[in-house]
């Protein structure tokens, strides 16, 4: 089992940057992916970025790339997303997710095993 918490949400204003941290606890290390998705209002659970994380091999969705970076560090077992440039767009619950120890499509919401319960974020206009 893996547990997994966030940290890091609040309301930030449009353009402001923010930095979300997830926290792994449990049977860590053996996950072949760790990723970020997140849910708005009224619509589904959608992935925004995640990384292989053995070689650190990283996926974005289109409208985050080139404003939102994930990284990891191994040795605490955490998952950083920094985000900059927020647009209201933006505004939505995040989650960690960790899948198992099988390769899995790192975009794939239903490949993951493990989620954390979010962190909220709200980007104003």
């Known amino acids: 089992q893996v547990q997994l918490v966030e940290s890091g949400g609040r309301l930030v204003q449009t353009g402001d940057s923010l930095t979300l941290s997830c926290q792994a606890s449990?049977?860590?290390?053996?996950?072949?992916?760790m990723a970020w998705f997140r849910q708005a209002p009224g619509k589904e659970r959608e992935f925004v970025t995640g990384?292989?994380?053995?070689?650190?091999?990283?996926y974005w969705a289109d409208d985050v790339r080139g404003r939102f970076a994930i990284s990891r560090d191994k040795a605490k077992a955490t998952l950083t997303l920094q985000m900059n440039n927020l647009k209201p767009e933006d505004t939505a619950m995040y989650y960690c997710?960790?899948?198992?120890?099988?390769?899995?499509?790192?975009?794939?919401?239903?490949?993951?095993?493990?989620w954390g319960r979010g962190t909220q974020v709200l980007v104003s206009s």
């Open positions: 997710a960790a899948s198992g120890p099988e390769q899995i499509p790192v975009t794939d919401r239903g490949s993951y095993e493990y």
């Open positions: 449990g049977r860590t290390g053996r996950n072949y992916a």
């Open positions: 990384l292989i994380w053995t070689d650190g091999l990283r």
